[in-house]
């Protein structure tokens, strides 16, 4: 998840500095235009993390304001997290998890079990969930429900 | 085991948990944090399931008040292992073996609640 926030932040960083790339090349009519048409495609083609150190020699300022955020919830990738949580836990067998199977009745868990399993979920989605409610969750439709109402998810 | 006393061992469990979730150790260390976080998963884990089959309401309580004082305890020391205790005065058997049941006696009277639910070794 971690590794996503970066791809964003880096993503969002590149894009106006490629502008200013351009805008350097209109303002500096220099000898060697040519090194600046390619300066732009060579740090197309350099990974993210150079392309970011290049872009800290140029002190012109950033021409527009940015803000680091996750990328959007969607019900699709609520239910891929979830499953996937659930089929790292080991208790679970993941041929047999699907998204209506009742954790006490279909796959045998107990509650402590599934006090676990909602904890793995709050880790996850990074936002508390009380115990009156999370008692209620008993298969990952419900939790996926659930996690949608509280982030104002709509499809 | 009544409706009540499920959602307190329920909520107990969670907060036990939630405990581990943000525990600092007292040295400082990583690596200590790391092996303290695991121990109170680990612990709190075990513990339940051995107690999951309980039927009798005063044991049952016995066992929730010790959850309560280890969680107490651990939080105020910031030391998740249960506190050692002394034996007793004439606690263990004498040389000749006699007096058996009386020290028996003693050490569970002697044995505080936090460890209740741990046999003797």
Not at chain 1, 58 to 78: H, N, W
Not at chain 2, 30 to 58: G, S, V
Request: aromatic letters at 8%; a positive charge.
């Amino acid at each position: 998840m971690a590794a996503r926030v970066l791809q964003q932040c880096v993503r969002s960083f590149a894009r106006p500095s490629l502008r200013l790339c351009t805008r350097n090349v209109a303002v500096r009519a220099t000898a060697t235009p040519a090194v600046f048409i390619h300066r732009p495609l060579s740090f197309a083609a350099e990974s993210p993390r150079t392309r970011l150190f290049g872009q800290s020699r140029i002190s012109v300022g950033v021409f527009c304001r940015q803000y680091g955020d996750l990328p959007p919830l969607t019900l699709e990738t609520i239910k891929e997290r979830v499953m996937y949580v659930l089929k790292l836990y080991d208790k679970i067998n993941p041929e047999k998890l699907q998204t209506s199977s009742h954790f006490m009745k279909d796959l045998g868990l107990d509650s402590l079990d599934q006090v676990e399993i909602i904890m793995a979920m709050e880790d996850e989605f990074g936002f508390e969930i009380p115990d009156a409610e999370a008692e209620k969750l008993m298969t990952p439709e419900e939790i996926v429900q659930y996690i949608a109402d509280k982030k104002d998810v709509y499809e | 085991m009544t409706a009540c006393t499920r959602s307190k061992v329920l909520s107990l469990y969670t907060r036990v948990f939630r405990v581990a979730r943000t525990w600092q150790a007292q040295s400082g260390v990583k690596a200590d944090t790391e092996t303290e976080r695991k121990y109170i998963k680990q612990e709190a884990r075990t513990l339940f399931r051995q107690n999951q089959q309980l039927t009798d309401p005063e044991v049952i309580k016995t066992r929730i008040a010790e959850c309560e004082a280890r969680l107490d305890i651990g939080l105020h020391y910031s030391n998740p292992y249960p506190r050692a205790t002394y034996l007793p005065p004439l606690g263990l058997a004498t040389l000749k073996g006699r007096n058996l049941g009386v020290q028996q006696r003693l050490r569970k009277q002697a044995k505080p609640i936090y460890l209740q639910s741990h046999d003797e070794t």
